[in-house]
Each structure stands twice: as C-alpha cells, then as structure tokens.
C-alpha cells in the first residue's frame, strides 16, 4: 500500500454519500432488465438476460426458433412471472408497479392478438377504452393510429377480410395507441410479403425517428440489422453476444462468408470442406449449398473446389464480407433459419 | 379500472348478443322445454289415478263423514280411489310395495277426543313415487284439521260457559259449527299439476344455467387462443379484469335465463313456484353455483372445444342427478344420494317444496334458506378451486 492510497491518506476529501449527480440527471433506460430467467420443466428456456436500452434507442434481440425471445419478452410485459431477475421501465419496477411499468409499454404479439369478427377501428376502441384512454380522446387517437399504420381506407371492414400485411399492421397500431415510450416487437414481419414488410420497418424506423424506444426481436438479420442501434444474439436461452452492429462483425475478426452451391453427396462434401485448412465453420444451408465461414475466403475457393472434388460438384461460389450473419454463424455454429 | 371492466363487458355482451346461438340457449330453448314439459306431462288433465289407503282406528264419525264426502265428490270421482286398511303397519306395506300411493290414518278414539274438545291428529303417510296421492292425501287431512281446530275452539268456549259435558256436542252441532263434513277444495289434484308445472320450468332453468354462464368462462380460452387475454394482460390493468367483466355477464345472463324460464312457466301454466323473493333467492344461488361449476371445468382444461365438451357432460349428468330432467323419487337409492352434491337436487327441492307448500313470505324465505346455504357453499368451493386453477392457467 503506498501514502497515495485514497483509503489510507486522511487528506482525502470525505466521500460524499450519494454519488453526485448532475443537476440534470440522465433519464434512467427506457427497458432495463437484469439475469431473467425462465425455465419449463427441463428446460431453460431463458437463462441470465439483461440488457438495457436507452430512451429512442433501437435494441435488437436476434436469434433461431426457440432462442427464448418470445419467452423473454413475455417476463418483461409481465406475462409470465420471471424464475429470477427483474424488469425496469424507465425506472419502475415491473413487479413492484405494474401497473405504472405497464402503462408505459407498448406490446405486440408474435401473433394477431385482435378480434376477427370486429372491425380494425371496433378493435383500437375496444384496447383503447382497456388501456384507460379518455372516450373523447380515443377517437382522434383512434384516427391518428389508423393514419400512421395506413389503413384508414380499411378501418370500417371486419379483421378477419384484412390481408396478412394488414393485419400484421394493425397488430401493431394497437399498441400504440397509448402513447407508450417503449415499444416491444416480437418478429413482427413473419410471414408478410416484402411490400408490407418494407411498410412495417419503414414505419417503425419512423417512430424510433421520433425518439420511440425498441425492442426488436427477429430472426431475420436483414431487419435487425437495419432498424437496430444494438444488437443482442440469444441461442438456447442465453444473450451471447451483445453489441452495435460494428462491434459484434468485430468479434468474428477476418473472417469471409463463402457460399457455394453443390450438386452431389452434400453430407460428405460438408464434412471434407471442414477439412481444409482455414475454414472456421461450415453448415448446410439448403438442398443444395453450404455456407463456410474462412480465413481468406478469396483465396480458399480453389482449395474449397479441389476437396469436395468426387463428391460432388460446385455448380456457384460467392464471397460475402462479413456480417451479422456470419457473427451469428460464427458464435452459434448454427445459421439462423435451418 | 372501472372503464376497462365496463370494456370488457361490453364486449363479451356484444358477442354474445350478436351470437343467434346463445340467445337462443339462453332463453328460447329453456323456455320451449319447459313447456313442452309441462303441457305434455303434466297438461290440464292429469291421466293420474291415485289410490289412497284408509286406515278407520276411531270407527267415529269423523272418518265416516270424509269417506262420503270423497266418494261423493265429482272432480274425485275415477281419479281417486279410497282403499281400506285394517292398520297402520298394513298402509305401511301397502305403500312399500306400491298398492296405495298415499294413506290417511285415523287414530282410536279421534272422533271422541275432537268431541270433547281436546283436538286431535290424523296422520298420513306418503312415498315419494306417487306425489300425486300425496298431495290429494294432504288436501284431506288439511280439512280436516282446519275442522278439528275450528270444533276444538267452539267446544272449549261452551265448556268454559258452564255447560255440562254431556250436552256440549249438541249444543256446538246444534249452534251452527258444522258437523264433521270436511267439504273437500274444488280440486286437490291442482297442486299435483303445480308439481309438475314447477319440476319441469326449474329443471330446464337449472340445466341452462350451466350452458349460459358456461359461456361466458369458455370465452376466457378462446380469447387465450387468440392472443387477445395476455395483449389485454400485458396492458396496464389489474390481472382479474378480463376475467372478472366476462363472468359478470356470464352471470347476469344465466339470472336472465332462469328469470325468464320462471316467468314463461307461470304465464303459460298458469303455476305459481311460490313466493318470488324466495325462488329469486334459490335461483341466484343456483347460478352462482352454476357458474362456479363451469368455471372450475374451464380452469382444468386447455381448449374452448374441450370446455365445450366438458361442461354438456358434468351440466347433463347433473341435471341427471339433481333431477331436472326426470324427478328425483324415479332414480335408484344411490343416485338420489348423489343429488345433493348436485347443485339442480338443492334448487330443485327448494323450488318444488317452495311451490308445494304455498307458504307466504316469512315461512317460505325461511324454508329456502338451508338450500341457498348449499348453493351458495357449493359455489364457494367451486369457486375457489377454481380461481387456484386459472391463476395457473394465467387466465386470471
Ligand atoms: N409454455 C411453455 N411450456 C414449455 N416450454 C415452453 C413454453 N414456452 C416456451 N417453451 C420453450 O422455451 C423455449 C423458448 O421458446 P420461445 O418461444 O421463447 O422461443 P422464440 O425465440 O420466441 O422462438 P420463435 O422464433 O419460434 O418464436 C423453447 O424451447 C420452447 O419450446
Ligand atoms: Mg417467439
């Protein structure tokens, strides 16, 4: 210990007992979560996740089928009660106050979770009157809603003759009605076509413009990497690795994404191209193509072509920079759709 | 809170009204039973005979005037058919075995002992297969008492004026107080249709109590299937509110069920069950324990089809039971035990006793009173065992 130590030298100023705190304090994370955890039966189906997300940030929670995102999601809207950890929304406690935490989030469902035989406005009413909205300020609410998911033309028409981009949109509305400061997506664009999935991220990419918190949940890497600031990558139950975009391509370093089309005994050519020399990981991708993440992907093809010679033959290569994909490839030594 | 409950209610209302099926369950097919029920079975011109023991242990004047006047009387004659008995142990056997429906019993010396102004009882004795000959039986003995009461009286005053005993019973007869002719009611065999009339209207209520506020809980799994209960859940309400403003008008639906039933039966019978504050109280508590019931099948089961399923079985086998469908007295020894776990056996015998006995305001409150305790214990376990379930269920 030297004469410099702060907690041996009595010169040192007094501690003071709080930490100060700027005159204007930051506001606390829009969503805050610390070690949630969930399990059914033998399974974990959520183990350890926390993250935070800043007020108008993005946040990004990306992984395969059964990750666990819907299952996180459901413990930080209070849906299900968490085996361990707890949830903060902008600074209440969910469990403590739900509803104050509530109030503040707005929740979409994997699925359509609205009334087929009412019609989309009948629908905003019914959630808008359950979410304690004023009767007369619902209906102008009710309009601007309709407005910003671009189906005013349709308001009138019962769910159940909506398409499903249409109803993907509404799904979504719903939980806006409320004005809430954080809103939660969970694979909001599953099984819509690109038009309205386009429409969908267009109009998220809005409101987050508009200083919107966001937790967006995916397990397209397209999406999350275009609409998110941060991302977390969550397989089998665990956040495992956390980042922006930038950092998280960091991790897997030089690595290139080769993909090659094959005609041929894939299993064996999969198995041969491991193999070779600077090759990371490699994975079927499909009938016909596997997806290999190398060290100088460039200069490996010929090598690449040579191995799976006998077993099959490489009908088309391609060289990807890297990417979140390849991140997740790299981290997981899965693809994210099998 | 208050405006999200009002929400959710009017939403399950609506459903509900715009679905024609429910409206239909709720009061067109009751009400339609109930009277076809009665009309067929029980119609203005019971096909019933009833034969009724007589046991003569007195050999006075009293059973010798009743004997006339029921051998006598038009509306009586080819329904019912006094057998004599030599005792009470024969009437007993008689009745087991069901050679007599009913059997009025005078005991030695009433005659004398009414004469004398120290009244007297004349016993009947009944079986639950044949309430008609009950009720004709009770008719009787009913006359006569009001007669005995009424000689008793007069007898008494005389003595106490002095006169001596011998010439009292001359002296009452000769005065005015009428001889031991008890003049029978225009039509006893009325309350036998009353009988009937009421057993069929408060089954069918009993029975689409469950369907109608089943509903309403059932509605609860499909909203889960849909998505609609965890999007209102993750909102900021209290957890009880979707559930709480769908039961409540589940609830008031089934009360508008069963009102209706009653009210029709007494418009189309012409029946009275008995003094309205009282069946309105066993009716309520009927369906409060009908809807525990249904809502304890809905939190053990994971589908709206499978609640469907469940709860026309468990609401049949206890209509079955409770006899709302066939009257209890028909069923084996056993499953007329069963009946008081049954919800429809507490209603059903309160309503039919209620019904029966005529009784004003005061008596028939008191005599529904243990019957709505049932219920309303019935309802309580029910309810509670299901609350347990459905809060695992995150229904509630
Ligand atoms: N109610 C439940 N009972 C049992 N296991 C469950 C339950 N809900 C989820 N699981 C399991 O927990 C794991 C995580 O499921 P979850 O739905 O959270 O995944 P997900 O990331 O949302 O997947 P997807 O992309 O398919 O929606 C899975 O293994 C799933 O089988
Ligand atoms: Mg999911």
Known sequence: MTASDPMTTPSTPPVPSTPPVPESA?????????????????VHAVRDVGFDIAPGEAYGLLGPNGAGKTTTISMLVGLIRPGGGHVRVCGVDLAADPMRAKARIGYVPQEIALYPELTGRENLRFFGRLFGLPRRALAGRIDEVLDLVGLTGRADSRLKTYSGGMKRRINIGTALLHR????????????VDPQSRKAILDGVERLVGEGMSLLYTSHYMEEVERVCDRVAIIDHGRIIAEGTRRELIALVGGADKVELSLDGDLETALAKLRAVEGVIEAAMTGAASIRLLTEGGRYLLPALITAVDGCAA????????????????????????? | MWRALAAVGALELRTRLRDGTALVIALIVPVTLATLFSVALGGDDPPLRATVGFVDLDRGEFPASVRREVAGSEELKGSVTLRDLPGREEARRALDDGGIGAAIVFPAGFSRSVGEGRGGDVAVLTSPESPLAGVVARAVVDRISALVDARTLAVRAVLKAGVPGDEVKELVERNGAAGPVPALEDDPLSG???????????????????????????????ERKLGTLDRMRAGPLAAWVPFAGKAAVGFALALVSVCVTWAASVLVSGATWGDPPAVFAVLLAHVLAAAAITMLVTSRVRTDAQADGV????????????????PMHSLPGVLQAAALLTPNGWTSTALTGLAGSGAGPAGSVGAVAGPVAVLGAIALVAGGLAVLGMKKGTLL
């Not at chain 1, 809430?180 to 099984?191: A, F, K, M, N, S």
């Open chain 1, 314 to 338: 490489v009908t088309a290569t391609q060289v990807i920079e890297p990417d979140l994909e390849a991140t997740f490839l790299h981290l997981t030594g899965s693809t994210l759709r099998d």
């Open chain 2, 192 to 222: 036998g249709k009353v009988d009937l009339s009421v057993h069929y209207g408060s089954g069918m209520a009993a029975l689409f109590a469950f369907f109608v506020a089943g509903a309403s809980f059932r509605g609860l799994l499909t």
């Open chain 1, 180 to 191: 809430p400061d954080v809103l939660i997506l969970d694979e909001p664009t599953v099984g």
């Open chain 2, 311 to 326: 709860i026309m079985v468990v609401s049949f086998v206890m209509a079955f039971l409770g006899g709302s469908l066939v």
């Open chain 1, 26 to 42: 930051p506001s606390p994370p829009a969503l805050s979560c610390r070690g949630l955890s969930k399990r059914y039966g033998d």
